[in-house]
T-cell receptor
Framework: EAQVTQNPRYLITVTGKKLTVTCSQN?????MSWYRQDPGLGLRQIYY???????DKGDVPEGYKVSRKEKRNFPLILESPSPNQTSLYFC????????????FGNGTRLTVT | SQKIEQNSEALNIQEGKTATLTCNYT??????LQWYRQDPGRGPVFLLL?????KEKRKERLKVTFDTTLKQSLFHITASQPADSATYLC?????????????FGQGTELSVKP
């Protein structure tokens, strides 16, 4: 089954403790992207990757890092999480960036205390 | 400033009626515009994509229009059903960035009553 898998689904952590949210897709998509979703602000793009070893900033990249060493994986790294990064995070992939439908994962709900 | 706006007020309609959702944008010249459905606690699911040179796109009970002069897209669900109740998001791809950016509106919640 074609899917985007994020882990974990839920995560509670403390300020400053480094964490990684994993994202993997099995559709051989070149394009992958991370979004955060907050009430009243909608989905905002954090980072995207057009292909392996190619990443670029979205609209809200501060406090986040990404890497794209393999086509299928696109982890999101929070080196020093802060409470304002408490949010619902979505990973997505597509075969043709914004010209093609995005396939989303089921989300990771992160709480930073 | 650049904005993409959807009606933040929930839309409540009766089963069988046509639901019409609006997406307006400012200071963008999108090459593509997409519509997604999102259920609570789930990731968005793609519905339709329309290109700047297309006026209208249909898929079963769904229809999307794209008016680049008005800077607006309308999303219609005909013969609506309670199962259509969800939040609907529009997203546009601004020119440049090799198509990497996709900007989402805040979404409109649709509730279809039996």
């Amino acid at each position: 089954e074609a899917q985007v898998t994020q882990n974990p689904r839920y995560l509670i952590t403390v300020t400053g403790k480094k964490l990684t949210v994993t994202c993997s897709q099995n559709m051989n998509h070149e394009y992958m992207s991370w979004y955060r979703q907050d009430p009243g602000l909608g989905l905002r793009q954090i980072y995207y990757s057009m292909n392996v070893e190619v990443t670029d900033k979205g609209d809200v990249p501060e406090g986040y890092k990404v890497s794209r060493k393999e086509k299928r994986n696109f982890p999101l790294i929070l080196e020093s999480p802060s409470p304002n990064q408490t949010s619902l995070y979505f990973c997505a992939s597509s075969s043709g960036a914004s010209r093609s439908p995005l396939h989303f994962g089921n989300g990771t709900r992160l709480t930073v205390t | 400033s650049q904005k993409i706006e959807q009606n933040s007020e929930a839309l409540n309609i009766q089963e069988g009626k046509t639901a019409t959702l609006t997406c307006n944008y400012t200071n963008y010249s999108p090459a593509y515009l997409q519509w997604y459905r999102q259920d609570p606690g789930r990731g968005p699911v793609f519905l339709l994509l329309i290109r700047e040179n297309e006026k209208e796109k249909r898929k079963e009970r769904l229809k999307v229009t794209f008016d680049t002069t008005l800077k607006q897209s309308l999303f219609h669900i005909t013969a609506s059903q309670p199962a259509d109740s969800a939040t609907y998001l529009c997203a546009l791809a601004p020119r440049g960035n090799q198509g990497g950016k996709l900007i989402f509106g805040q979404g409109t919640e649709l509730s279809v009553k039996p």
